[in-house]
């Protein structure tokens, strides 16, 4: 039951790890908050700067093929989505937030990679605001943490 006892505990050093993060740049205001707060807390944990690769995409939709294409380079430890969508009139809300999200899980399945999702979807911009610094900081963590997880697992292979 060694790998049981794996999961126990967060562990958020950054130090030694690689980090991808693909930005939607609709809604700007709220994914560039997001993104510095990503990288404000990628670098609190020790993760350094020039092991931080930043992307940006017109929107949440295109988010996954450039996820894909970054771990296609099999370079990296973890990745991290950063968008925001926002309900409007039409069901495309629906589309936008159920498509994203999906791409990006089945992502993190078929590699077997860490993507830390913060898409964040809301029904105005005021949720948008409340949540855009802590969404933001909370996908470092998840990254790091997901990240060191299954290096674990690597190491002992």
Not at 66 to 78: F, K, N, R, S, V
Not at 91 to 106: C, I, K, P
Not at 114 to 126: D, F, Q, S
């Amino acid at each position: 039951m060694q790998n049981a006892e794996k999961g126990q505990g967060q562990n958020l050093n950054g130090a030694e790890l690689k980090i991808g993060i693909v930005q939607a740049r609709f809604n700007e205001s709220i994914t560039n908050t997001l993104f510095a707060s990503c990288r404000d807390e990628l670098l609190a944990l020790g993760v350094k700067s020039e092991n931080i690769d930043h992307v940006t995409v017109p929107g949440a939709l295109e988010v996954p093929v450039a996820l894909q294409t970054l771990a296609d380079t099999d370079q990296y430890d973890a990745l991290v989505a950063l968008g925001c969508i926002i309900r409007g009139e039409t069901y495309h809300f629906e589309l936008v937030a159920n498509e994203s999200g999906a791409g990006v899980t089945r992502l993190s399945l078929d590699y077997r990679l860490p993507i830390a999702n913060a898409i964040i979807t809301t029904e105005n911009m005021e949720q948008a605001i409340a949540r855009q610094v802590d969404k933001g900081r909370d996908a470092a963590q998840v990254a790091v943490e997901m990240a060191n997880l299954l290096n674990s697992y690597d190491d002992h292979e």
